[in-house]
Each structure stands twice: as structure tokens, then as C-alpha cells.
């Protein structure tokens, strides 16, 4: 541990880069800690508005094993793009996103969502930076998007909540799958189906917290300690070593967004 200010890096025979969750300003310290206990090296915290972004950036400048990206939410596309520009040039951001569609929801008009999403995409491919992409119910929208705006050559489906067929279509992309929680919830056949499915190198994991814990932490609140049980459970969908696991989702995020961990 590098000290009060920079907790997360223990010292787990297993290391772990959460590649997408929401830190709160007011627990992330304790979280980073209780992290690092847990053999996770660093953190991506991701932005949903430009407030949370800018969230985002802050936490990233005060932890140096913090990195942040900068997106509008499909939720809050109505309140459009402007500001998240700006804080792409900060050192600490390394993605745009988390972008996309979620026709579940609606809670911004389908176009605008489109809108704001293509808009995105576009800005990853002006600034070269990957793409962490949220979709629900709009499989087929969302691919469209892509298809007209061109795939950044770094792009992630965060969250993947779909089966084997949307697994190979984001793959076929160029895409990868991050894989949450979810993975380990009972019901959850065809995102299980789909990580057996897909090359360990396309896949990386996540927690999303404070949402959507994995067994035996569900219905709670979610943190990043917890981003080795998913790992573990991808693992038991591939049937290899968790280690290997560990290993080829660390290289992979790390090479993804432009870091390096010690």
C-alpha cells in the first residue's frame, strides 16, 4: 500500500483491475483500501453526467491507481454532451463513456439518445480513446450506430447482458466484453453462455458498484473488492485456473486503456 492517499496495490497472489465502477467521493478512500486488500491494483471510475465526470477526474487526480472516464449516460442524453470535451485532455481520463442506448428505460428520447451516443463515439475517435459503451434492449440500435460511425479501435460493451449471438457480434467488432456481477446470478444463462463462448482475451470484468453484486453479496451494496468473485466465475465458465484469469484480464485492461500498474 503507497500510503493514506493512494491505497490501492496489495499484495493478493491475485491481481485484479476493476474496469468499471462508480466511486462515491465520500467512500472511496475506505473501498480503495478494502480493494487493495483484495488484490485489486486499480480502478476505473466512470462518468454518467458531466458532474459525475468531473467527480471522476477529481478522485482520479487524489488516488494515483484511479482512472476516470468522461460520458453522458443514455439516461441523461437530453442534457447533451457539452463540458465532456474539455476533460478528455486530463491525464487521468482514459476513456469516453459510459455512452450508448437504453431503450428499457427511455428516460431521454430514443433519438437523442442516438444523437448523443454517435456524438460520442465520434469524440473517441477524434481523441483516440476507447469507447465503454452502455446498452440495453437496443442491441440492433446500438450496433447501427457503430456500423455508421465506425468502431473506435478500442471499444467495450461494459456490463454485457447479453447471450451468445450479441457475444459474437460485438466480437466481430473488434469489441470487447466486460463482464459483471451478473455472471454469477442463477438466472443469468445466456451471459454465462456467452463468456464460455468468447476468447478469454476479449473479455474484462468489472463491478459496476455500487450496483449489481455478485453472489454472495447480492442485494447489497457493491464495491471493488468484490471484482475477483466475477473473475472467479469467469473462470469457472472457461474452465481454467482463476490465475490465468487474473492475469489475462489485467494485460488486457492495461493494454485497453492505456495504463500501466505496477
Request: aromatic letters at 6%; a negative charge.
Amino acid at each position: 500500500m503507497a500510503g493514506a492517499a493512494d491505497p490501492v496495490g496489495g499484495a493478493s497472489p491475485l491481481r485484479w483491475i476493476d474496469n468499471h465502477c462508480h466511486l462515491d467521493p465520500a467512500t472511496a478512500a475506505s473501498q480503495l483500501r478494502d480493494a487493495a486488500d483484495a488484490g485489486v491494483v486499480a480502478c476505473i471510475t466512470v462518468g454518467t453526467t458531466l458532474t459525475h465526470s468531473i467527480e471522476a477526474v477529481d478522485l482520479a487526480s487524489r488516488f494515483a491507481n484511479v482512472y476516470a472516464t468522461a460520458g453522458v449516460h443514455p439516461h441523461g442524453a437530453s442534457d447533451g454532451i457539452e463540458g465532456i470535451e474539455e476533460l478528455l485532455a486530463h491525464p487521468k481520463v482514459v476513456a469516453v463513456g459510459e455512452a450508448g442506448l437504453d431503450f428499457h428505460y427511455d428516460h431521454s428520447p430514443r433519438s437523442v439518445q442516438q444523437d448523443v451516443f454517435a456524438r460520442q463515439v465520434a469524440l473517441a475517435h477524434r481523441h483516440d480513446l476507447p469507447l465503454v459503451i452502455h446498452t440495453r434492449e437496443a442491441w440492433e440500435e446500438t450496433f447501427a450506430v457503430l456500423d455508421v460511425e465506425g468502431v473506435p479501435a478500442r471499444t467495450v460493451f461494459h456490463c454485457f447482458t447479453g447471450g451468445p449471438a450479441e457475444a459474437e457480434a460485438c466480437v466481430a467488432r473488434g469489441a470487447f466484453l466486460s463482464i459483471s456481477g451478473i455472471v454469477t446470478f442463477s438466472s443469468a444463462y445466456d451471459v454465462r453462455a456467452a463468456v464460455a463462448a468468447t476468447p478469454l482475451d476479449r473479455l474484462l470484468v468489472e463491478t459496476d458498484s455500487p450496483y449489481l453484486a455478485p453472489v454472495p453479496h447480492r442485494g447489497r451494496a457493491n464495491q471493488p473488492a468484490h471484482v475477483g468473485l466475477v473473475g472467479a466465475a469467469v473462470a469457472l465458465q472457461k474452465g481454467v485456473e482463476v490465475t490465468l484469469v487474473s492475469l489475462r484480464t489485467m494485460t488486457s485492461t492495461m493494454h485497453f486503456y492505456g495504463i500501466s500498474v505496477a
